[in-house]
């Protein structure tokens, strides 16, 4: 696979950068998140009028056609900016709704930043796994009935619509009898609570017990829900780990930068051999995960077993790698870097975070020691 950069996607980069740089510098975002501001009407205009939301999107279907390379090149690019928007949810969302079929116009409407839809799927007792779904969902008349709980909905806050997931068959931990449902987010039955989390930005949790829904709430087939949502989780952690390669960029300059010009014992501290071993040492964790985020878009062409794989591989490398480069960049700056007036505690409460969604490093690892394939094949 060629990951040389065409020249559009240059620009896409070049432009995803400028627009951090020229409209949510970490001042904004610091008062924005402190005033309890979950998104911003106004810069989800600008994200749709860039065409950040149709980029993922078939043409057919009112997007921009653009690769998985091109998705994880914008992440990657706007990784840096910790905007608080739910971009990388609503994709998601976006392709579970292509993986299902139907919903047309709600995906049309996602693709303009009219809606969006975010998945409520995770529950309390999943521990990472995707087909864990306790939520019912029973014939109610001509429609359906819901009851159950979702926790740590990404983008929960501000969504219009939610897709949840529910059982309408088998028991918890079963890939068969899961179906999909599309709830607006004012249904008067779905009762919601916004949860800040550790980078001050906010996820909600979900509960509903005897949610009525008409017929056409369902999603695609009944029972047939796992596909899409297997769809949508990979699109959700590409982004993911495109951004978080953007903040473990972020933080290995600005703390180069910092130790620069910091001084100490009348001389800066990036003169110290220690400093420098630091340094040599975030370079290559942010370089691994470069490695990884390359074999993991090579793997979105192959799909199947082999991506499931890689997932598991790309969770467990950004996860220690993430976690390493931000706790090292923090202690380089010292006090300072436990200020949340300075931008690199952010960051690293933005790896943090990034490394414990669905399921912790350790678990990625045990997941990927038990597939029956390596994830590399051998070459002689």
Sequence with gaps: MDFQRSEEQVLLS??????????????????????????????????????????????????????????????????????PEPLIPVVQAARLLLAAGG???????????????????????AGG????????????????????????????????????????????????????FVVPADHPGLGRR????????????????????PADALLGREGEGHGPLREGMA???????AEALGVMDKALWTTRDYVRTRQQF????????????RLADMAMEVEMARSMLFRLLAAFGQGGATLDRTLAAAKAQFGQGGFFVGAQSVQLHGGMG???????????????????LHGAPNDA???????????????I
């Design 14 to 83: 070049d432009g995803a950068r400028r627009y951090v740089e020229q409209s949510f510098d970490y001042e904004t975002r610091r008062k924005a998140l402190g005033g309890s501001e979950a998104w911003s009407a106004e810069r989800w205009r600008h994200i749709a009028e860039m065409g950040w939301l149709a980029l993922p999107l078939p043409e057919d279907q009112g997007g921009l056609g653009g690769s998985p390379a091109d998705y994880a090149i914008l992440m990657e690019s706007l990784g840096g900016g910790l905007l």
């Design 103 to 125: 919903a047309d116009d709600l995906l049309a409407a996602t693709a303009a930043g009219d809606a969006r839809p975010i998945v409520a799927h995770g529950e309390i007792a």
């Design 129 to 180: 796994l995707l087909s864990y779904v306790e939520t019912r969902a029973e014939r109610s008349g001509g429609g359906w009935r819901l009851s159950g709980a979702k926790s740590l909905v990404l983008g929960g806050a501000a969504a219009t619509h939610y897709i949840i997931s529910a059982r309408t068959a088998g028991e918890a931990g079963d890939r068969e009898g899961i179906s999909l």
């Design 194 to 213: 916004d949860v800040r989390l550790t980078d001050d930005s906010f996820c909600a949790d979900l509960d509903f017990t005897g949610l009525e829904l």
């Design 235 to 241: 699109w959700l952690q590409l982004g993911l780990h």
């Design 266 to 277: 009348g001389t800066t501290l990036s003169t110290f051999q220690a400093v420098q071993h």
């Design 338 to 356: 436990m200020a949340d007036d300075y931008v690199i505690g952010m960051l690293f409460k933005r790896l943090l975070l990034l490394r414990n």
């Design 365 to 379: 690892l045990l997941a990927l020691s038990r597939q029956p394939e390596p994830l590399f094949e051998e070459r």
